[in-house]
């Protein structure tokens, strides 16, 4: 019936049976049918009253079955032409949400920093772009940038889906600078209302280590690594692990140990 409707408005015979087929392709879970017949109707049928429509449901689809590339091409097209479509935020969210699953860094940047200040304050979207943009920065290497990003989103959306994340973010930035005893303060938080994060945890223990071990306090450092090691034996974070045991073992005089973890760290680096 809204199809009908539609092709009362002004929507060609062949755009509403293009339509209805992708409809009926994701009903029955096709995703990558209903993608590409939007496609269609994006190259072909541009013309159409429905065009709003049918390019947010290209974006969606997109950033379902496609790459990041290709949802950000349309979705900008989609804020280009319909700045001002109710559907404009869902589209803004898709297309951060896709870059940043993708961790591609550097479109994240590209994308988040020019859309961050049209975003209303208290807004999901101000929410998730704040997150995505001090994260990129944050995974490019840009620490000094990064940090106020992470203070604003920590301080602005405390109930954010993205807080633990955020949490860990800001005191791993704090590390990356240097900035041990600060670090350490978020780190020992995270520690004690994150515990159920267990993704972080590896690399929040890695990092109180590195405190530790920066204002001397061998032993609290060690104790961290070897839950790290024993816990999360898997994490990408082991053989770093594995390498500053060794040096804090060297540093205490414990030679033989030192040398087992240094042997440990160059296995997990050698796969």
């Not at 600078?177 to 267990?198: I, K, M, P, T, Y």
């Not at 223990?205 to 590195?210: E, G, P, T, V, W």
């Given at each position: 019936a809204e199809l009908e409707n539609q092709s009362a408005s002004g929507i060609t015979a062949e755009a509403l049976k293009l339509s209805g087929v992708a409809l009926?392709?994701?009903?029955?879970?096709?995703i990558r049918g209903a993608f590409a017949i939007y496609q269609e109707l994006e190259a072909d049928h541009s013309t159409s009253t429905n065009r709003v429509q049918n390019l947010y449901h290209l974006v969606r689809t997109a950033a379902l079955v496609s790459s990041g590339a290709e949802t950000r091409r349309h979705a900008e097209e989609f804020l280009k032409t319909f700045p001002a479509s109710p559907q404009a935020q869902a589209v803004r969210r898709i297309l951060l949400t896709k870059l940043h699953g993708e961790r591609d860094h550097q479109a994240c940047i590209e994308v988040a920093t020019p859309m961050l200040d049209s975003l209303k304050p208290d807004s999901p979207e101000r929410d998730l772009c704040l997150h995505v943009l001090g994260a990129a920065l944050f995974h490019s290497g840009r620490f000094a940038d990064a940090l106020p990003l992470l203070e604003k989103h920590a301080e602005a959306h405390p109930d954010s889906p993205f807080a633990a994340a955020t949490a860990w973010l800001l005191a791993a930035d704090l590390t990356a600078?240097?900035?041990?005893?600060?670090?350490?303060?978020?780190?020992?938080?995270?520690?004690?209302?994150?515990?159920?994060?267990?993704e972080l945890l590896p690399?929040?223990?890695?990092?109180?280590?590195?405190?530790?071990?920066?204002?001397?306090?061998f032993h609290e450092a060690l104790a961290k690594l070897t839950r790290l090691v024993s816990?999360?034996?898997?994490?990408?974070?082991?053989?770093?692990?594995?390498?500053?045991?060794?040096?804090?073992?060297?540093?205490?005089?414990?030679?033989?140990?030192?040398?087992?973890?240094?042997?440990?760290?160059?296995?997990?680096?050698?796969?």
């Open positions: 009926i392709h994701e009903r029955f879970g096709n600078l240097g900035r041990w005893q600060e670090a350490a303060v978020l780190l020992d938080a995270f520690l004690e209302q994150h515990a159920a994060e267990r690399l929040v223990l890695l990092d109180r280590a590195k405190c530790h071990h920066h204002e001397k306090q816990e999360f034996p898997e994490s990408e974070a082991t053989g770093e692990a594995f390498h500053l045991t060794g040096e804090i073992e060297s540093q205490l005089g414990a030679k033989d140990k030192a040398i087992a973890a240094h042997e440990s760290a160059l296995g997990i680096a050698g796969k």
